[in-house]
C-alpha cells in the first residue's frame, strides 16, 4: 500500500501570490547601476519553451520590469543560488545560449560570479545591475532539483502549509490473504508520526473525519463501517489466542496488541489534510491507550475510473445525473488539468481570483478523486481558449458541484487565459507502475517497454511487440509510468539494450489512449502474433512532462469559407501534391475548372510544449513545384460528410510550412520556414493558412447540392504527441446550393456539450441530402 505524499501546510492559512505581471517591452537602455542592490522587490521565475516545471529561462523582476541573464562567466555554482531564490533545493545543471528561447526587455544581470553559498543573487558579483553588453541569444537558464525548500510557497501554486503532526495517512486492510487488488477501500486507519506507523482511537471518530481521510487517499467520499464485522473479528481472533498454549498465545496477543498514538480526532470535513483538524496525541508515559476501544476503521468509495480495479460493485456506484459540468484539460497525469466549466452548452475556463484548496477539492471530488493536492494559478496547466465564465469562486468545501459555489459571473475583461485556474487531485494508490519498466534507454525517461505478467506460475518480465504501437499506447505506458505524456511511440529499439530480457509476452496493444494502464487496452491476451521477431522489433518510448496541444480556430474557417471556380491550368502543382479530387485526372486538362470550397485556418498551440513534426529534417520531402519541404504528409484533413456521416469530398494539408504566424504579446517567434528553417509552432503562437493558397481547399466539383457537416481534423494520425487529441476535430452545418455556400455553427469538437451536439446532428434540413 503506497501512502499519500504531502505538503508542507501553515495553520489554516492559504497562501496565494499572484501570478507575476507580464513581460514589458524593452525600455530605454539603464543609466548607471545602482550601488546599493537590496534582495527585497526582486521576484524570479522560470520561463520559455519547452521546458518541465523546475527548469526554464531564468527571469527577473526589478523596479516592477522583468528581464533576464546573460550566460557570460555563468557556472552552476550561480544556478544554485538562483534555483534556491525560485525555491527549489539546488540547481542539477544550466544552460546558455537561449535553450529556452530568448527573452524580452532588459538584461539585468551579466558576468554574474557565485561562489553557490550565497542567499542572494544580490550578494554575488557582476557587472551591476543593467549593465551588459549580450543580446537576449545569451540568455542563460537553469535546470532545479525537483524538490522544493521547506515552507517556500511558488507564485502559482496555491497549498496549505503546515508543520505536520500527521506526516502521511493510510489504510490496512484487516482480513484477506495473498495479493490483494488494489485499491485498498476499506481497513485499519494508520498515521504516520515522528517515531512510525501508529493506529487511531476510535472513540469519538465521526463521519467528519472519514470523509478528510477518504480525500487524502484519493477517494471522493466514505460510506458507514460495518462495526458488527470487526467487532466479531476481535472475539474470534481472541478466542483463537485463548485455544493456543500460553507461549504461543502471548505470542498472538502481542501480535494483536494494538499500537495507539492517536485520539480525540475532530475534523470539520472540508480539511485537505489530516493535520488541520484538531487532534489530540498519547503522550509517551500514558500505559493505558484507548481503553475499551479499537481502531478506527474507515471505508471509501472509489470514483469511477477507479471502482472496478477494486472489485466495487457497479450498483454501488452513484448513477451520474446528466452531463458533466466540469472536467480537467492539460494534465500530464490523472487527477490535474486545468480546470474547465460548461455553462449554456458551452465550455470555458475559471479565473484564478480567490481560487483556493477548498474549491480545488470541490472539483477534485466531483470528478471522483480526492481532495486537492495543489490548487494551481497562473494558467500552470496550459492556457484555455474561449470563454471564461467563473471567476472569484468561493467554496466552503461541502458543495456537490464546483456550480454551487458562490462565484462572480465576468466578461472577457475581468480576466485573461494566463490566470486559468488547475488542479492537482490526490489519487488512490494502484499500483500499476510497478507493473511496468523501461529498459536501456539514455534516461529513466525512456526506453524499451517491459511489462510484468504472472499466471498461475511467478510474474515475470517481458517484451511488447512493436507491430502497430503508436503515439496512443506510447501515451497509456508513459501515464502508467508516471512519466507524463509520450514524445514518441517506437516500433524498433534495436538501439537500445534489451539485457535479460528477450521474450516477447504481449501483441497487437490497441489504445484510446485514455486508459490508467496497457492491460486496459486491448490486446492478445493468449496466442502472441508479431510480424516481425526479435528484441530489435518491440515497443519503446520516449516520455515527456509536457506536450503540445493544437487548436483550430472555429470562427475564423466560418468567417472566410466561399467558393472559387479554378481553372485547371492553375492547378497543376496541386494536382501533384494529390489536392484535387479523383476526377481531376480524368479531366480535359489544361480546359475546364475546378469548384473549391476554400477557407483560411488558424491553429493556435495552447499546449505546454512546441508542436515539432515527428520527422527530422532530414527527412523532409523537397516539392519542386510548390518549392517547399514537407515536415509532414498530412498535417489536417478537410472532409464533406453527409449528415449520416458518409464522406463526400475530402482534401488534406501537408505541412509544408509549419511556422510561427502570430504570437501573444510576451511570446517570442521561433520557426520560420524561410531558407530551410525549422518548423514547429511555439506554445501561445499560431500558425495561418490563408484561403488563397494551395491545398487550402476542398475540391467540390463533384457535390451535388444539399446539406452537408465540413468536418476538419488536425495531427489527424496521432503522428505528434499532444495533451489533448479530443479537441483536434471541428465541425461545421453546410448548405451547399449549387452555386453558393453557407457554413455556420462552426465549433470544436468537444467545444459544445454532448446535447449540443446532438442539436447539432439533428439540424433542420439535414434530414434530407436535397435542398428544400
Known amino acids: 500500500m503506497q501512502p499519500v505524499s504531502v505538503w508542507q501546510w501553515s495553520p489554516w492559512g492559504l497562501l496565494l501570490c499572484l501570478l507575476c505581471s507580464s513581460c514589458l517591452g524593452s525600455p530605454s537602455p539603464s543609466m548607471a547601476p545602482e550601488k546599493r542592490a537590496e534582495s527585497q522587490g526582486l521576484r524570479f521565475r522560470l520561463a520559455g519553451f519547452p521546458r518541465k516545471p523546475f527548469e526554464g529561462r531564468v527571469e527577473i523582476q526589478r523596479a516592477g520590469e522583468w528581464g533576464t541573464i546573460c550566460d557570460d562567466d555563468f557556472t552552476l555554482q550561480a544556478a544554485h543560488v538562483l534555483c534556491r531564490e525560485l525555491g527549489f533545493t539546488e540547481a542539477t545543471g544550466w544552460t546558455h545560449s537561449a535553450k529556452y528561447g530568448p527573452g524580452t526587455g532588459r538584461i539585468w544581470l551579466d558576468n554574474l560570479s557565485c561562489s553557490g553559498t550565497e542567499k542572494s543573487v544580490t550578494e554575488c558579483a557582476s557587472r551591476g545591475w543593467g549593465n551588459s553588453d549580450c543580446t ?4 542563460a537558464g537553469v535546470i532545479c532539483k525537483d524538490q522544493r525548500l521547506p515552507g517556500f510557497s511558488d507564485f502559482n501554486v496555491i497549498e496549505v502549509e503546515h508543520n505536520l503532526q500527521v506526516e502521511e495517512v493510510r489504510l490496512r486492510a484487516a482480513v484477506g490473504r495473498g495479493r490483494r487488488s488494489l485499491p485498498v477501500t476499506e481497513g485499519l486507519v494508520e498515521v504516520k508520526l515522528p517515531d512510525g506507523w501508529s493506529q487511531v482511537c476510535e472513540k469519538g471518530w465521526s463521519a467528519h473525519n472519514s470523509h478528510v481521510v477518504c480525500g487524502m487517499l484519493g477517494f471522493p467520499s466514505e460510506k458507514r463501517v460495518n462495526t458488527a464485522f470487526y467487532r466479531k473479528l476481535r472475539k474470534r481472533a481472541a478466542k483463537a489466542s485463548a485455544r493456543r498454549s500460553k507461549p504461543l498465545g502471548r505470542l498472538l496477543a502481542q501480535r494483536q496488541q494494538h499500537s495507539f498514538g492517536l485520539h480525540g480526532v475532530a475534523c470539520v470535513g472540508t480539511e485537505a489534510h489530516l493535520s488541520l483538524c484538531s487532534l489530540e496525541f498519547y503522550r509517551a508515559n500514558d500505559t493505558a491507550r484507548c481503553p475499551g476501544g479499537a481502531p478506527a ?3 471509501c468509495v472509489p470514483g469511477p475510473l477507479y471502482a472496478a480495479s477494486s472489485g466495487q460493485k457497479k450498483q454501488r456506484q452513484p448513477k451520474p445525473q446528466g452531463e458533466a459540468l466540469v472536467r480537467l484539460k492539460g494534465g500530464a497525469h490523472p487527477g490535474e488539468g486545468r480546470v474547465e466549466v460548461l455553462k449554456a452548452g458551452t465550455w470555458g475556463t475559471v479565473c484564478d481570483r480567490k481560487w483556493d484548496l477548498l474549491a480545488a477539492s470541490v472539483v477534485c471530488r466531483e470528478l471522483g478523486f480526492g481532495s486537492a493536492r495543489e490548487a494551481l494559478s497562473g494558467a500552470r496547466m496550459g492556457q484555455g481558449m474561449g470563454a471564461i465564465h467563473l471567476s472569484e469562486v468561493q467554496c466552503s468545501g461541502q458543495e456537490p458541484s464546483l456550480w454551487k459555489c458562490p462565484h462572480k459571473n465576468i466578461t472577457a475583461e475581468d480576466c485573461s487565459h494566463s490566470r486559468d485556474a488547475g488542479v492537482r487531485c490526490n489519487l488512490p494508490y494502484t499500483g500499476v507502475e510497478t507493473k511496468i519498466r523501461l529498459s536501456g534507454g539514455r534516461s529513466q525517461h525512456e526506453g524499451r517497454v517491459e511489462v510484468q505478467i504472472g499466471g498461475p506460475g511467478p510474474l515475470r518480465w517481458g517484451l511488447i511487440c512493436g507491430d502497430d504501437w503508436g503515439t496512443l499506447e506510447a501515451m497509456v505506458a ?3 509510468l508516471g512519466l507524463g505524456y509520450a514524445n514518441h511511440g517506437l516500433q524498433e529499439t534495436w538501439y537500445w539494450d534489451s539485457g535479460n530480457v528477450t521474450e516477447v509476452v504481449m501483441s497487437g496493444v490497441r489504445c484510446t489512449g485514455t486508459e490508467l494502464s496497457l492491460d486496459q487496452c486491448a490486446h492478445h491476451s493468449t496466442h502472441i502474433a508479431c510480424k516481425r521477431t526479435g528484441t530489435h522489433f518491440t515497443a519503446g ?6 506536450a503540445s496541444d493544437l ?9 472566410t469559407a466561399y467558393i472559387e471556380d479554378r481553372p485547371l491550368h492553375m492547378l497543376y502543382c496541386a494536382a501533384e501534391e494529390n489536392c484535387l479530387a479523383r476526377s481531376a485526372r480524368s479531366a480535359n486538362w489544361p480546359y475546364g475548372h475546378r469548384r473549391l470550397l476554400r477557407f483560411s485556418s488558424q491553429i493556435h498551440n495552447l499546449g505546454r510544449a512546441d508542436f515539432r513534426p515527428k520527422a527530422g529534417r532530414h527527412s523532409w520531402v523537397w516539392h519542386e513545384c510548390h518549392g517547399h519541404y514537407h515536415s509532414m504528409d498530412i498535417f489536417t484533413h478537410y472532409d464533406i460528410l453527409t449528415p449520416n456521416g458518409t464522406k463526400v469530398a475530402e482534401g488534406h494539408k501537408a505541412s509544408f510550412c509549419l511556422e510561427d504566424t502570430e504570437c501573444q504579446e510576451d511570446v517570442s517567434k521561433r520557426y520560420e520556414c524561410a531558407n530551410f528553417g525549422e518548423q514547429g509552432i511555439t506554445v501561445g503562437c499560431w500558425d495561418l493558412y490563408r484561403h488563397d493558397i494551395d491545398c487550402q ?11 452537408y457537416i465540413l468536418q476538419v481534423v488536425i495531427n489527424p494520425n496521432f503522428e505528434v504527441a499532444e495533451s489533448d487529441f479530443t479537441n483536434n476535430a471541428m465541425k461545421c452545418n453546410c448548405k451547399y446550393d449549387g452555386h453558393r455556400i453557407w457554413v455556420h455553427n462552426c465549433h470544436i469538437g468537444d467545444a459544445l456539450s454532448e446535447e449540443a451536439n446532438r442539436k447539432f446532428e439533428r439540424y433542420p434540413g439535414q434530414t434530407s441530402n436535397q435542398i428544400i
Open 697 to 707: 481547399w476542398i475540391d467540390i466539383t463533384d457535390v451535388k447540392p444539399g446539406n
Open 478 to 480: 508513459c501515464r502508467q
Open 136 to 139: 537576449h541569444d545569451e540568455d
Open 551 to 559: 487548436l483550430l480556430h472555429s470562427a475564423l474557417v466560418q468567417e
Open 297 to 299: 476503521v474507515v471505508s
Open 541 to 546: 518510448v520516449i516520455c515527456s512532462e509536457t
